[in-house]
Structures are given as C-alpha cells and as structure tokens.
C-alpha cells in the first residue's frame, strides 16, 4: 500500500543527489534503426520516459551519450560524451569501454557543476518505467557509515548500472578504466564500501527494453496504462 500511496503522489525527491542516465551503449540487439534511447515509444523517444520519471527526483540531471544526434538536445538536459582520454582508450581497443565510462563521465560532471553533492545516481536509458520513488528509497537506506555504492536488487537480479555512487570514487575509477582495464561495473564497485536495496515489489519497474520484443511489450504496458486512467 506504501508503494502504491507513493505513486499515487508521484515523483518524491530525497537528497543532494546528481541524476545520471547512461545513454552511451550500442544497442545492437534492437537491430536496425534509431539509437535506441530516441527509439519511439508512446509519442516519444524512450529515453524522455526515463527522463520525466528521474528528474523530479534529483537535484539535477545530465544524459552521458558519445553520439551527438541533435534529438537529445529536445529533451533539455545536458548532454555530455566520454572524457577525450576515456574515448582515445575506446578507440585502441576498437569498442567502447561499456557503463564504468559512463558512470566516470557523470561523476566528473557532477563534480564540476555540483561540487557540494556527494552522490550521483545511474540509470540506464532504456528503463521507462522507473520506479517515482526510486531516490528516496535508495536514501533511505543510506546510514552511517555511508556505504560507497549503493545498487538495486529485484529477485536473483543485480541492476549494475541503477545504483547510488560516491563521487569520491572517481579518481580510483579513472585510474581504473585506463591504467588496469577494468571493464566490469560489478568489480570495481565490490572493491569498496557495497550494498544492496532488495526491491520491495516486483520487476515491472525494471523493464530493460533491448529488442523490438521488449519495445513492443513496453508499447502494450503504456497502453493499459492509459486506458485505465481513463475510466
């Protein structure tokens, strides 16, 4: 019931708390096409989805993407690529270094904008049904000692790139990325102060939408959505 009273009144903000939507991953498994954060979904492209449901829970927003398609802009939150040293490594290695780049840019950023925040919050852009009170959940679980990442579990699934992190961790991950190649977000995050919020509910909220099948099924929950707020 807690739940359902939350979304009943919509998106709670809670905290000193960057918003970070990773934007940067090549979406191959969506096949030909639009990028698939501005694939179409409901009127509009996916990505303002996760746009409209995160940035009323934090204290600002920022969109990490490398490829510089002009319909990002529409959405009206900045939009920053990988540091130039992050893509120059991408290019030696003939791919792109995966969501830890992403993560690193929005902490720089958030470092440079917001130096006062502690904590940037990472979510990828092909979840758009992201929970209205997703940040004040993850805070609440925040104590002291305060842990250094902070990720969300629903059953047997860890959301590696839906987590609080630390801005003081960016020099390490930096080092990290370029000096160790460390690729996977689940072992550098292990390596420092690591929790888990369980989800209290179920997975619904956490639909990644990777293929057309998954955009079809988020077209068909959109739909039964509408249709309910209109009786």
């Known amino acids: 019931m807690a739940a359902k009273a939350l979304q009943n009144l919509g998106p709670v903000r809670s905290g000193a708390v960057v918003g970070v939507i990773l934007a940067g991953g090549e979406g191959r498994r969506m096949g030909p096409g639009p990028l698939k954060p501005l694939r179409p979904l409901a009127g509009k492209p996916m990505i303002a989805h996760v746009v409209e449901r995160l940035r009323p829970q934090v204290m600002d927003l ?32 003939g791919r792109r270094l995966g969501p830890l780049a992403g993560i690193l840019a929005g902490m720089e950023w958030s470092l440079k904008h917001h130096p006062h925040a502690g904590w940037i919050l990472t979510a990828p852009a092909d979840v758009p049904f992201l929970p209205l009170d997703l940040t004040v959940r993850l805070c609440g679980l925040m104590h002291v000692p305060e842990p250094d990442v902070l990720m969300v579990r629903h059953g047997k699934r860890r959301e590696h790139t839906l987590a609080i992190w ?9 080092r990290a990325i370029l000096e160790e190649g460390m690729r996977r977000v689940e072992t550098f995050a292990q390596r420092y102060a690591f929790e888990e919020l369980v989800w209290p509910g179920n997975a619904a909220p956490f639909l990644n939408v990777n293929t057309p099948t998954e ?17």
């Open 166 to 174: 630390s801005v003081k961790l960016a020099a390490d991950l930096r």
């Open 215 to 231: 955009l079809s099924e988020a077209m068909r929950r959109l739909e039964k959505a509408r249709s309910r707020s209109r009786r």
């Open 62 to 93: 920022v969109i990490v993407a490398n490829d510089p398609d002009p319909a990002f802009a529409e959405l009206q939150v900045p939009v920053v690529a990988d540091a130039p040293d992050i893509q120059a490594a991408a290019q030696l290695e």
